[in-house]
């Protein structure tokens, strides 16, 4: 097998509507992992940094527009020019933690109106995530925690709509997705996660991240 018996890497992906906590519940498992001497990376897509992100920052900020097909396969190039160095980083033992990937990919696009099975399709045979964290928070904390800033997608009509999307089971099929309890205390949701994270490494890690991804 291609991993040898060397440990590889995890990845851990974490996906949810806007202010559902994905970013602070990321770089406090990433914490975890690196206060625990263990090497880690966090990583967030869009990754606005390269050449396809800065486009899709572009579309984003309203300073581009773009057909909604368009856009779609820009954000799944964006996962494709860094699946790459994401394979290297997990075979090199390290664990990367990323704040949302293809799941969103699909349930903003879908969201638009675009076909769901043609959302998925673009992504498929990226590197599957070792563990999915979907941050559930219901409309009312939404809605108390929205503070939202004027970039594409921030508005509780869109929001509405991604929710009803995140919830299609082909989004979880295939997949390891864990459902989390958002509204709770940080520290709470940090504790579950952890553990989950922690029955995940002890399971068979002989299998390749390349399996078909959401
Ligand atoms: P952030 O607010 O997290 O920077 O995301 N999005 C994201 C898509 O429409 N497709 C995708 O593939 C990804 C990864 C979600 C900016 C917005 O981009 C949306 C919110
Ligand atoms: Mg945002």
């Not at 498992?29 to 869009?46: D, H």
């Not at 390290?94 to 990919?105: E, L, N, P, Q, W």
């Not at 508005?155 to 997705?177: S, T």
Request: glycine letters at 8%; one cysteine or more; proline letters at 5%.
């Amino acid at each position: 097998p291609i991993w040898g018996s060397a440990q590889r890497g995890l990845f851990f992906v974490f996906e949810g509507l806007d202010r559902s906590g994905k970013s602070t519940q990321s770089k406090k498992l990433e914490e975890y992992f690196s206060k625990a001497g263990r090497p880690v990376k966090w990583t967030c897509f869009p990754n606005r940094k390269t050449p396809i992100g800065a486009a899709i920052d572009l579309y984003l900020r309203r300073q581009l527009e773009l057909p909604d097909e368009a856009v779609h396969r820009l954000f799944s190039a964006n996962r494709w020019e860094m699946a790459q160095s994401i394979v290297e980083d997990l075979r090199a033992g390290t664990t990367i933690i990323c704040d949302r990937y293809a799941f969103s990919g699909v349930a903003y696009s879908a969201a638009k109106g675009l076909d769901f099975s043609w959302c998925q399709a673009p992504d498929r045979g990226l590197p599957c995530p070792d563990g999915i964290f979907f941050l559930h928070i219901d409309e009312k904390v939404g809605a108390a925690r929205s503070n939202f800033g004027d970039e594409r997608y921030e508005n509780a009509e869109m929001q509405a709509r991604v929710r009803g999307q995140f919830k299609d089971p082909r989004l979880r099929a295939n997949v390891n997705w864990q459902d989390v309890n958002g509204a709770r205390d940080m520290e709470v949701i940090h504790a579950e996660i952890r553990s989950a994270v922690e029955a995940i490494r002890q399971e068979d890690q002989v299998q390749l991240p390349w399996q078909q991804c959401s």
